[in-house]
């Protein structure tokens, strides 16, 4: 970790407990563009933006990941993120009950879904070069969060912005507090400024 790094980590947890909270996400986010695989600075905009958005246990969340940084635990940031994967698998759960009736109504619609996708073109042509066949002819039809954070990690990947920009957006006004979605909305956001 470099020293501007120590001292933008330092001044964020400054800001956060002084409740100025998107500030440090700021400077976390500032880590993000001089260091895009840093675990912690992942964590932390996570957490500052689950804080943001008022989820419960947001910040009792940050409180036990500066904990566990300050033990100096291996790996803190698996730790939290089991925690997060079990609230997710929770929701996933209730979203479960709603998935059906969504996926007969998109047996109507216009499109290919996603799952078919995958199998036929992006087998044959791979991603880029598929998703350039289709762009401007067919809808791609996403049923599941699975799908739709992979679709979303190849549209970033592979320099589609603008497309990946439009999903996000309507994802995330179904699910506006949801940690991936939000992960990759800054990853967009990064990926596109470089």
Not at 14 to 24: D, G, I, T
Not at 98 to 105: A, C, S, T
Not at 127 to 156: P, Q, S, Y
Request: glycine share 4%; hydrophobic share 40%; net charge negative.
């Amino acid at each position: 970790m470099t020293i501007a790094e120590k001292r933008l980590f330092n001044d964020a947890e400054k800001l956060f407990n002084e409740e100025k909270y998107s500030q440090a996400l700021l400077n976390y986010s500032k880590i993000l563009e001089s260091n895009p695989y840093s675990r912690k600075a992942q964590m932390l905009v996570i957490l500052t933006e689950m804080v943001m958005n008022k989820e419960n246990g947001g910040e009792a969340l940050y409180d036990y990941y500066t904990i566990l940084l300050g033990e100096e635990i291996p790996n803190p940031e698996d730790v939290i993120q089991s925690i997060l994967d079990s609230l997710d698998n929770k929701q996933l759960g209730l979203n479960k009950i709603f998935d059906e009736p969504l996926k007969e109504q998109l047996m109507y619609a216009d499109g290919i879904s996603y799952a078919d996708f995958k199998e036929i073109a992006v087998k044959e042509k791979g991603f880029k070069r598929a998703f350039e066949d289709i762009v401007f002819t067919t809808k791609v039809i996403i049923t599941n969060k699975g799908d739709l954070i992979d679709f979303l990690n190849n549209l970033i990947k592979y320099g589609f912005y603008s497309a990946a920009l439009n999903y996000l957006e309507s994802a995330l006004s179904t699910f506006p507090n949801d940690k991936s979605l939000q992960f990759l909305a800054d990853k967009l956001q990064i990926r596109a400024k470089a």
